[in-house]
């Protein structure tokens, strides 16, 4: 019987989703393990060979989890909300759902041909009314909470209500907006309805409020920073423009703290969890306002660096600062309003990465120095955020690289603060010498100056200490169609959530899926869509990362109809113990899910700090492109003649790529070639040795450069666990490498020798009962207690080098060995999981599966040497190997070496003068 992959992976795919192999226990005395994929967006491109990289992985340690006793939880399913959708919609008429419908269907059938042991009866999709019911629910938690500093927690929004009424805004420690008002009791209780709302929206952790955001006008909507790169938006290409928007936003900074203090009790990528820490950026410094008389007002800046406040000798506010249109003087009005102009088509990405460009405008108003009261000019320019602390910077140009640049460009003056020669030492606290320039702190060195400042500002009411964070709330909602409605109406300009029975709030039908004529979100356009008739809905909705912030939590409890997911199953899966993923996501989804999961927690719905306990980021599989050359005339004008790979030095040649799916082992199918560019249809190909050799180059997987493959073409030559095997054996798991199916073939052979360890020469399946030899023992816990240490660490590759080496080594012993073979398939099942189960099956188990067989217990006595086979040389020539017990003394070795024929032979009759024995290493006979 031939090893045919088509039939045996089908059947047993089969096998496992008639019996529900992969479903964990509902009620078990095993300890829960829980392995969790980043769910996939379903595209429309399907899947190819890079993708499902991580996904092996994590099924790999799915599986052998279950074979060391776990009950193991291993889902999947789709992001299934998002722009390209919504875009193809707009192109086409047709309704979102149909299309993600469609590639959903594609995505399914080829994670199942990967054979991949997820429990289907768990999916959920984002798009699914069922699930995003619970997104709703959870945006309800987040608007109907506040953050208390005494508690260093969320709680419900009517504590705070209560409090108020007890004692007014008086001693309350909430994270709330600036603009607070202070009131009594007796003031609280005497509000309007109205007038309560607007002062607690203030306080809530999901809220309304005007921020800058980027908008592109060609797609309809406000992007995330990560969907902006130089300017446009990363689908697309369209310019994006900073625009003020009423957005509803995540209080996500009243986290700040925790989500920094977390990163240090979870075991993740060190240079992501440095990239969390840089995205949060905590700052410890001071507050400091500087007056300004001409508005009876006061710019307040965050400073890391108080003790240079004597050499601040400008202000710089960000262009899109609520005081720069009341500051800005007629004369400068005209500038002020170009530079604001060209700023809003900046991203903040590119204001914050561009730290060569001098650039700014004079508002023609002035502050006061809080300490010294001298007039200092205010400014604008676009390397100051409003969105990051106060939107406005005191400038020093003798302690600041940036603000040197600005002083000298627009002649501004530069004071020194302290005895030292230059900016890059007085940045520097250590490098700071003693003050200068003040009497309050001349001869102060920093430890001294900074808690005086401080001091001192305190009793002026000009400023105090404080710690600041670079970590904005985040703004989410997004002005398009295919997302997640917002539970909430409008009653007197203010927001009202609906009642948790009026869930889920259905994306309503419309007939276009673009803007209104007038600039209002999609959702604007449906005929008689309000609350009660009367009132209306939010028109934004949710941003993509709603879904994806809490969805590990639904897979524990994927049907439940009355809560988000039942207590006693959290209590039981309680987080996720392996997630796997892509680095791209760490300060987006992963610090989202971060958040969401605190704020469920200090709600008292779960009681995991962390929702990923261990994360790994996968790398990328890259395209192995190929290249023709194509002949230039002498004008450089390309002909339809094409010379191979190694003459085309001999030529004037342009490189074009070429589908990877017809060259095979580098040389070009000429004929498909053909098929594939009609335009050459009569190409004329210059060979070598016969044949058409293309270039090669290692470049990312694309559809333009024609290096894609798709992993279905792999499977149906190669099978499933080819595939699985290969993408392991390319290198280790979070590197990036190089897809190469030239290299494949290898690893089938693989596959094909461990089928005939099992067959014999006919190919009748012939396994023996004899016990086996310690050679064979050995071999096979050498592959045990390797795969065991390689899983445990993720090192999946050299497993897979190691499978090799043992199939050889059984097979050079002609092992056919019950007690070997059934161990060593337990041992391979992660990894080619439809050969072992098949030849499981042969051998008579009647457990019907593997999946849940018993890992084999590692005897370190099997690899204890007992015989070495000793390198013989004569006058240091080596003439043969001879086996030997290890326990043998030097007299018992000797008498064997000259008793030994072959010995003999090579002595040729001489004498022997001595012999140098070391044991376990060498024997040497002097002659």
């Avoid at 969390?276 to 890391?304: C, H, M, Y």
């Avoid at 400008?314 to 249109?325: K, S, T």
């Avoid at 012939?766 to 071999?779: D, F, G, L, N, W």
Wanted: net charge negative; aromatic share 14%.
């Amino acid at each position: 019987m031939e090893y045919n992959h088509q039939s045996l992976e089908k059947k047993w795919q089969q096998f496992w989703a008639a019996h529900g192999t992969f479903k964990p226990a509902e009620t078990t005395d095993k300890p829960k393990y829980y392995v969790l994929d980043m769910f996939p967006y379903p595209s429309g491109a399907g899947l190819h060979v890079g993708h499902p990289l991580g996904y092996i992985a994590s099924d790999i340690f799915s599986r052998y989890k279950r074979l060391k006793g776990f009950n193991v939880l291993h889902p999947m399913g789709y992001d299934s909300f998002g722009l390209p959708a919504e875009q193809y919609a707009i192109q086409t008429g047709q309704h979102p759902a149909i299309t993600t419908e469609v590639n959903i269907k594609r995505y399914r059938e080829q994670l199942d041909n990967i054979g991949f042991s997820y429990d289907w009866s768990r999916e959920v999709r984002t798009s699914d009314a069922s699930y995003y019911k619970w997104t709703q629910w959870i945006f309800m938690q987040l608007f109907d909470a506040w953050y208390n500093k005494a508690s260093d927690k969320a709680e419900p929004i009517a504590s705070l209500i209560q409090y108020f009424e007890s004692n007014g805004s008086e001693g309350v420690q909430a994270v709330a907006d600036d603009d607070i008002s202070t009131f009594t009791a007796q003031e609280w209780s005497a509000f309007t309805e109205e007038e309560q709302q607007k002062e607690l929206l203030k306080y809530r952790l999901a809220y309304l409020r005007e921020s800058t955001v980027n908008w592109c006008a060609a797609l309809g909507t406000v992007l995330a920073n990560d969907e902006v790169i130089n300017g446009v938006s990363e689908r697309g290409g369209y310019p994006v423009e900073q625009k003020k928007m009423m957005q509803w936003s995540m209080r996500i900074t009243a986290y700040a703290d925790r989500l920094l203090r977390g990163l240090a009790n979870i075991d993740w990528p060190e240079p992501l969890v440095e990239m969390q820490r840089n995205w949060i950026g905590k700052s410890v410094g001071a507050s400091v306002k500087f007056p300004v008389p001409q508005l009876q007002t006061e710019i307040e800046v965050f400073t890391t660096r108080v003790d240079t406040l004597y050499g601040a000798s400008f202000i710089v506010l960000a262009p899109e600062h609520e005081l720069v249109d009341s500051l800005t003087t007629a004369e400068q009005r005209g500038a002020v309003e170009a530079y604001k102009d060209k700023t809003a088509k900046k991203s903040e990405l590119d204001r914050m990465s561009d730290t060569k460009t001098v650039s700014g405008a004079f508002t023609g108003a002035f502050a006061k120095h809080p300490l010294t009261g001298g007039n200092i000019e205010i400014w604008i320019a676009d390397y100051v955020l409003a969105g990051y602390g106060t939107g406005a910077v005191m400038a020093v140009p003798s302690g600041d690289q940036r603000d040197y640049l600005f002083a000298k460009q627009f002649g501004l003056p530069i004071i020194p603060v302290s005895d030292t020669q230059n900016f890059e030492e007085a940045a520097d606290p250590n490098k700071n010498g003693r003050y200068i320039n003040s009497d309050f702190v001349n001869g102060m060195t920093y430890e001294e100056a900074v808690p005086a400042l401080i001091d001192r500002l305190a009793e002026l009411k000009l400023g105090k200490a404080k710690v600041n964070f670079r970590m904005r709330d985040a703004i989410f909602g997004r002005q398009r169609y295919w997302g997640e409605p917002v539970p909430v109406y409008f009653k007197n300009g203010l927001p009202y959530l609906l009642k948790e029975d009026e869930l889920p709030l259905l994306l309503p039908e419309v007939d276009k899926y673009l803007p209104t004529e007038t600039g209002e979100p999609p959702l604007a356009r449906a005929e008689n869509w309000k609350y009660q008739d009367q009132y209306d809905y939010e028109l934004s909705t949710m941003p993509g990362w709603a879904g994806s912030s809490w969805y590990w939590f639904r897979y524990m409890d994927p049907h439940n109809e009355h809560t988000f997911a039942a207590k006693d199953a959290v209590s039981y899966w309680k987080s996720v113990d392996l997630y796997i993923g892509g680095s791209e996501h760490a300060t987006g989804h992963l610090l989202y899910a971060r958040f969401w999961n605190k704020v469920l927690k200090d709600l008292g719905f779960h009681n995991e700090e962390e929702p990923f306990k261990k994360l790994i980021n996968q790398g990328m599989i890259q395209g192995r492109s190929n290249f023709v050359y194509r002949v230039l005339d002498e004008e450089g004008k390309g002909t339809n003649t094409f010379v191979s790979y190694g003459l085309k030095d001999q030529y004037s040649t342009i490189p074009l790529h070429v589908d990877v799916n017809i060259v095979y082992n580098d040389v070009l199918d000429t004929e498909k070639f053909k098929a594939f560019r009609p335009d050459f249809a009569d190409a004329v190909f210059v060979l070598e040795h016969d044949k058409y050799i293309c270039g090669t180059e290692v470049e990312k997987m694309s559809k333009s450069k024609f290096n894609v493959v798709n992993p279905d073409d792999i499977i149906e030559t190669y099978g499933a666990d080819t595939l699985r095997l290969y993408e392991m054996f390319l290198g280790p798991l979070e590197q990036s490498k190089p897809w190469n199916t030239n290299g494949i073939e290898g690893v089938f052979k693989f596959l094909r020798k461990v089928w005939r360890l099992f067959h014999d020469a006919e190919g009748t399946f012939a396994v023996s009962s004899e016990e086996p030899t310690k050679a064979e023992y050995k071999a096979l816990h050498k592959i045990i207690k390797k795969v065991e240490e390689d899983i445990e660490r993720f090192s999946f590759n050299t497993s897979v080098s190691a499978f090799m080496i043992c199939v050889n080594e059984l097979s050079d012993l002609k092992c056919n060995k019950r007690k070997i073979l059934q161990d060593f398939l337990i041992v391979l099942q992660p990894y080619a999981p439809h050969i072992t189960e098949e030849l499981w099956s042969l051998l008579g188990n009647e457990a019907g599966t593997l999946s849940y067989a018993v890992y084999p217990t590692f005897n370190a006595n099997y690899l204890v040497e007992s015989e070495f086979a000793y390198p013989v040389s004569v006058n240091g020539k080596m003439k043969l190997n001879l086996p030997l017990a290890l326990d043998l003394d030097a007299k018992a070795v000797e008498e064997i070496v000259l008793a030994n024929a072959d010995v003999q032979r090579f002595l040729d009759g001489k004498a022997v003068k001595k012999i140098i024995f070391v044991k376990g290493k060498i024997i040497n006979i002097v002659v």
